[in-house]
C-alpha cells in the first residue's frame, strides 16, 4: 500500500514539475512576442514620422520656391533714357559705313553696372582686317587723310563721347583727333585706335545704364538708359 502511494506521489511531482515547466516556457514565449510587438510599432511610428517630416520638408521647399518666383515676379526693371546724340555721316562711302555698322551692332545692348569703367577698345576689340573691319577713310597722326583698317570707328567713339558728357558721365580717358572732324562739335571729338588710343568712363550715375547704338547710310545715333526698378 505504502509502495503504490509512493508512486502515486512521484506521478503527481512530474505532472507538477511538468505544468512548471510549461508555464516558464509560456511565459518566455510571451515576453519574446511582446517585445517584437513593441518594436515593430516603435519602427511604424518612425517610418511615419519619417514621411511626415519628408512631405512636410517637400511642402516647404515648395512654398519657398513659390515665394522665391513670386518675388522675381513682382520685380520689374524698366530702361529710362538719360541722354542721347545723333552724328552725320558726311561720309557714307560703302567701307565705312559697313565698320560702323558692324562697332554699332557690338555696343548695341551693352551694360555697364554701376561703378565700373566702360572701355571703347576692350568692348570693340581690334579693329585690323583679321577681325572683320574693312579699309576706310581716316586720319594719320599729322592730319593727312588715309586708308586705315577700321575708318569710320572713330566717328563711333566719338558719337559715344557726347552720349556720355549729357549723361553726366565721369571720362577717363579721351584723345582728340589730330585735325577738325565735323559730325560732332568742335573739341567733342573721341579718337581711337586700338590698343593706345582708348574712350574710357566711369558710370556713377548710382545704376546699371544700357547702350542702344543704331545706324543707317546717313547717321549715327546712341542712346543711354538708366536700368530701374518701375515699382
Do not use: W
Request: aromatic letters at 8%; a negative charge; charged letters at 25%.
Amino acid at each position: 500500500m505504502e509502495k503504490n502511494e509512493n508512486k502515486i506521489s512521484d506521478k503527481i511531482l512530474s505532472i507538477i514539475s511538468i505544468i512548471i515547466i510549461l508555464v516558464i516556457i509560456g511565459y518566455i514565449l510571451y515576453s519574446l512576442f511582446k517585445s517584437n510587438k513593441n518594436l515593430n510599432l516603435n519602427s511604424n511610428e518612425i517610418d511615419v514620422n519619417k514621411d511626415l517630416s519628408n512631405i512636410s520638408s517637400t511642402e516647404n521647399i515648395e512654398i519657398n520656391n513659390q515665394d522665391k518666383a513670386q518675388v522675381e515676379k513682382e520685380i520689374i526693371y524698366k530702361d529710362v533714357e538719360i541722354a542721347t546724340f545723333t552724328s552725320t555721316l558726311y561720309d557714307n562711302e560703302e567701307n565705312r559705313v559697313y565698320n560702323i555698322t558692324k562697332a554699332c551692332q557690338i555696343l548695341n545692348g551693352v551694360v555697364i553696372s554701376n561703378g565700373s569703367e566702360f572701355s571703347f577698345n576692350n568692348t570693340i576689340g581690334p579693329m585690323g582686317e583679321e577681325n572683320g573691319y574693312k579699309l576706310a577713310k581716316g586720319f594719320d597722326d599729322d592730319g593727312n587723310i588715309i586708308d586705315i583698317p577700321g575708318g569710320g570707328m572713330c566717328q563711333v567713339s566719338s558719337t559715344l563721347y557726347n552720349v556720355a558728357l549729357l549723361a553726366n558721365l565721369e571720362i577717363t580717358e579721351r584723345h582728340p583727333h589730330s585735325r577738325r572732324v565735323y559730325y560732332v562739335p568742335a573739341d567733342k571729338d573721341a579718337t581711337v585706335y586700338y590698343p593706345s588710343l582708348d574712350l574710357k568712363f566711369i558710370n556713377n550715375t548710382g545704376s546699371d545704364i544700357k547702350i542702344s547704338a543704331q545706324n543707317d547710310n546717313y547717321s549715327v545715333t546712341i542712346k543711354m538708359y538708366k536700368i530701374e526698378q518701375s515699382n
